[in-house]
């Protein structure tokens, strides 16, 4: 495991609460996520986990409980201070612009510019594929069109943005990844995940949301498992069975599945 328990976490949060109405989506929630390490965070749908990473990144504001990022406690956070403390997010539309090439959608919004107001589009290129190379991501082109690219290669683009737009690339940035092999084959969900081992190498902490849970006992050094808003379980993956995660998520005991699974 390449996290160390006595570092300081870079995110905490703890008792995180939200309601919409009568339903209690999120009921006091707490994890703490560390540099260097890949936390999966898994549940059914209607968890609580989109929930959560949405109040990470600043775009629901909790009812109750506190964040806490990079040792500063915010209430509530905004996606300025969520970005500018080092959290980016890619979640499963990935939010890239299909007709434009790589370096524009990496840079989208933050250009290089040459006499002030021209993009410089040479610097651009360049600047793209020094950032893709050091994520070991490798592309036809970063002049290629996110529209002429394989669903792993859009996925490892949208990743790079989520890198840049952190404003860091210290050790314990933090990237959050919603379903990020979604509708992928074997070979590009393998290119993606040789990418996320990547993000935990350079040092940065990634939560990763997730339903396939092969990939999650692969790749995750911890895992937290949510079921209708409580934190079941969160700990080491060695610590738990893939049948022992399945009867959390489900509610339903390995004796009772018939699958002949072992329980925690």
Not at 93 to 109: K, S
Not at 117 to 125: G, I, K
Not at 225 to 250: F, P, Q
């Amino acid at each position: 495991m390449s996290f160390r328990v006595h570092e300081e976490a870079v995110l905490e949060i703890r008792g995180l609460a939200k309601s919409y109405g009568r339903v209690e989506v999120l009921k006091g929630v707490s994890l703490s996520l560390f540099a260097g390490e890949i936390l999966a965070l898994v549940g059914d749908n209607g968890a609580g986990k989109s929930t959560l990473i949405k109040c990470l990144t600043g775009t629901v504001s909790p009812d109750g409980g506190s964040i806490r990022l990079r040792g500063k406690d915010f209430a509530p956070l905004s996606p300025r201070q969520s970005i500018a403390s080092g959290v980016s997010a890619v979640y499963q539309d990935l939010a890239l612009v299909e007709e434009l090439d790589v370096a524009t959608n990496l840079f989208l919004g933050a250009e290089p510019l040459k006499l002030g107001f021209l993009v410089d589009r040479a610097r651009m290129h360049d600047e793209a594929g020094r950032r893709l190379e050091e994520l070991g991501i490798s592309l036809p082109s970063t002049r290629a069109r996110i529209a002429d690219l394989s669903g792993g290669q859009r996925q490892a683009v949208a990743i790079a943005r989520a890198v840049a737009r952190t404003m860091t690339r210290e050790r314990g940035a933090i990237v959050v990844l919603d379903e990020p092999t979604a509708a992928m084959g074997v070979r590009e969900s393998e290119l993606v995940l040789g990418i996320v081992r990547g993000l935990r190498e350079r040092g940065m902490a990634v939560l990763c949301v997730s339903h396939n849970l092969p990939q999650v006992f692969r790749i995750a050094d911890r895992i937290c498992v949510l079921r209708s808003g409580e934190m079941l379980w969160c700990g080491r993956t060695e610590d738990i069975s893939m049948s022992g995660a399945i009867a959390l998520i489900s509610g339903v005991s390995p004796a009772e599945r018939e699958d002949g699974g072992q329980g925690l």
